[in-house]
């Protein structure tokens, strides 16, 4: 009976000591901002509470658990049956989308930790409009003044597009002019009179059947603005492609029977000296049967004047000779390559490396 009552007595010391100490209750303790605008900025909400003990009742901490949100609260003591309150503010900026997030609590409460939680959705700003044509060219404006076509098989005709846009206040008569060593690029002009903020395009197409080139190709067109006609390289738009020859037709018999050519891949010229110019040349040779026709050969540094043979028949060797003008080139040793374009199918593009060294 002695053991019983102790422990009533126990538990009825407890009861009253905790009776005696703050307890914390929140009206609510979520909150749904529903959609907000991430262009209107932060948003807070309040979180009121109630000191329902028999002591003040203090905050210690109150964090939150990203640094978007931020918490302020009362910070002195909440007495016995008084109220306090825990501002809770959300930053949107740069956060598109669905947010959730908790504030944590910690107090002299019977419940020493609480937590409370927002979320929400931030709809994103909207994207301010981007001037897509920053390149200038006179009075209009473009995206790019340079249309790489890509490959285009020996034969066919490939077209593309450049756009420009009349960004002025003042209507525009818009042509193209080209150079005649150019004919094999075709051009239009969509818009020939541009209002303002209207939008044109000049097509182009390389015409393959109207070149003898083969490989990288290039072709330039000049933009001319109410009849002022002015090549220079704020108006000059460029056109490339790469001409390759077209295989795809070729018979059984006419692969057996197929040139092949032979070169090496590795010249060592020797010494040059510096300041003059130093001619060469390397041998390829043709170990197919029908005649090696060599499409062009040439060096992409320009200090390189390359000539190739025309054809070459089966089992014999033709010379491509080199030129190089060391004017430029500082004494040190120097490599240089020239591609040879055949009509070996199987391997249409060779590539020499041309080693020597300046004196």
Known sequence: M????STLCMALTAVAMMAQEPVITFEKTEH???????ADGRVSVVFSFKNEGMAPLVLSNVRASCGCTTPTWTKEPVEPGQTGSITVTYNPNGRPGRFQKTVTITSNATEATKRVYIKGEVIPKSAKPVNKYTVVVGALSMKEKTLDLGTIKKGEMKNGELEYANLT???HHV?????????????????????????GKFVFAIDTKATKLYGPVEANAYVVIDGKKEINETYKLTVRANIVEDFSN????EKQAAPILEVPGEFNVGKIAAGKNHKFAFPIKNVGENPLEVRRAYAADKALNVKQPKA??????ANVTVEINAKNMKPGAYSREVTIITNDYLNPVKRVKLNFVVE
């Open 2 to 5: 002695k053991k019983i009552l």
């Open 32 to 38: 749904d901002f529903g959609k907000i605008n991430e």
């Open 169 to 171: 206040k003042e209507d």
């Open 175 to 199: 042509e193209l002019a080209t150079n005649s060593a150019d004919a094999f690029l075709i051009n239009q002009v969509t818009l020939a009179d541009a209002k303002p903020t209207e939008v």
């Open 250 to 253: 070729l018979s059984v018999e």
């Open 312 to 317: 070459v028949k089966s089992g014999k060797k």
